[in-house]
């Protein structure tokens, strides 16, 4: 079970691709761990031997309507339709709290990588990105995205300590540094 | 007898007289002698101190003579160093007065000329700022035009571009 569990955490993780959606979901998350309404209420369909998988998976996904967050609820519904439900069969042992803690410690393994770009960016383009991103640095990483439209366009992108400026704003600021720089050396050589 | 005895008394008295006379010309002739003697003596110790007073005085006079002529000496020496200074003093006041004036003349043609090297770089500092200016006005507009020119889908593309270019520089990373 305990690779189950990390598994489930991992997949979860896959689903999620910003910072700020990682925030929303790691809260849920502790929310519901520490909820114990919801965790007794989830024992109690499970523990249902009238229902059937559909009801349960459900009546389960019901608990989860109150957390607006897509990404938690399309997670669990793909969860709960395989009638994979031992999150929360066990009486003695508490899977789903130990789901959590797992999604919290391999959260830590992540690599926030920021990006300032001048437009909003669908979730797709943002997975598209973060898949690109994670290719090439070879760890799972999570964009920390931010607009600026007074970048003009392009990414500035962060990965550490490292800062990668493709911004026009930045091609801009070459360039005129470029003509003033040229236009001095002219006068120079050729005089007023 | 008679006359005889008044002759004889007259005689005699007449020789007391003449002895008394006699007697007190000569004291009074000694005397006189003394005093002429006393007068002498007195006048060569006069005449011997006024000769020794006239040559006491005639050495002093020389003395006085000998010491006035040193001091005209000194005097006209210190009149002639005062004249050598005097005039040392005023061939320094010229030359000082010269180059005075030659470093006065010197510096204001400094300042004529550093106020004119000053003049022509504060125009060529004017002309490289308004031209400064004049390509970050330009650069302004052109960032303007390319923002808004830009559609969605080409910021799209410049993101994807940056991405990549992140890729080419995975040895850094």
């Known amino acids: 079970m305990q690779k ?31 909820a114990s309404g919801f965790k007794s209420s989830a024992l109690a369909i499970v523990s249902n031997s009238r229902l059937s998988d559909e009801v ?36 003695q042992f508490d899977y789903f709290d130990e789901f959590v803690r797992s999604f ?44 600026n439209p007074s970048i003009v366009g392009g990414a500035q992108i962060r990965v550490g300590n490292l800062v990668f400026d493709y911004t026009l704003r930045s091609k801009f600021n070459q360039f005129e540094r470029q003509w003033i720089n040229r236009m001095a050396r002219t006068t120079e050589f050729v005089g007023e | ?5 008044l002759f004889i008394y ?25 005093l002429n003697s006393f007068l002498k003596e007195a006048k060569e110790k006069l005449e011997l101190h006024k000769k020794e007073a006239k040559v006491q005085a005639s050495g002093k006079v020389a003395k006085a003579f000998e010491l006035i002529k040193r001091l005209q ?15 040392k003093v005023l061939e320094e006041a010229a030359n ?29 500092e004017r002309k490289r700022e308004i031209e400064k200016n004049l390509v970050k006005l330009v650069m302004s507009v052109t960032e303007k035009v390319v923002g808004r020119s830009l559609t969605r889908e080409d910021q ?11 890729k080419k520089e995975k040895g850094h990373l």
């Open chain 2, 73 to 87: 000496g000194v005097a006209e020496d210190l009149e002639g160093q005062v004249q050598t200074e005097y005039e």
């Open chain 1, 56 to 91: 349960k998976a459900t009546q389960l996904l019901n608990l989860f309507n109150d957390i607006e967050i897509p990404v938690l609820q399309s997670f669990f519904a793909g969860v709960f339709s395989e009638g994979e439900f031992w999150l929360f069969s066990s009486k």
């Open chain 1, 104 to 147: 919290q410690i391999t959260t830590e393994k992540l690599q926030v990588v920021q990006l300032v770009v001048a437009v909003e960016l669908f979730p797709r383009e943002q997975m598209v990105i973060a898949k690109q991103l994670s290719d090439s640095l070879e760890r799972q990483v999570m964009l920390d995205l931010k607009v």
């Open chain 1, 4 to 34: 189950g569990v990390e598994k489930l955490a991992q997949q979860l993780l896959n689903e999620i691709w910003s910072t700020t959606e990682l925030k929303k979901v790691s809260l849920a998350l502790e929310g519901l761990s520490h």
């Open chain 2, 10 to 34: 007259t005689i005699t008295t007449i020789i007391y007289i003449g002895i008394l006379f006699f007697f007190f010309w000569r004291r009074n002739k000694k005397q006189e002698d003394q």
């Open chain 2, 156 to 166: 799209v593309d410049l993101i994807r571009d940056a991405v990549e270019e992140v």
């Open chain 2, 1 to 5: 007898m008679v006359f005889d005895t």
């Open chain 2, 96 to 124: 000082q007065k010269k180059d005075i004036i030659a470093e006065a003349r010197r510096q204001s043609k400094e300042i004529l000329e550093g106020a004119d090297g000053e003049l022509a770089q504060y125009k060529e």
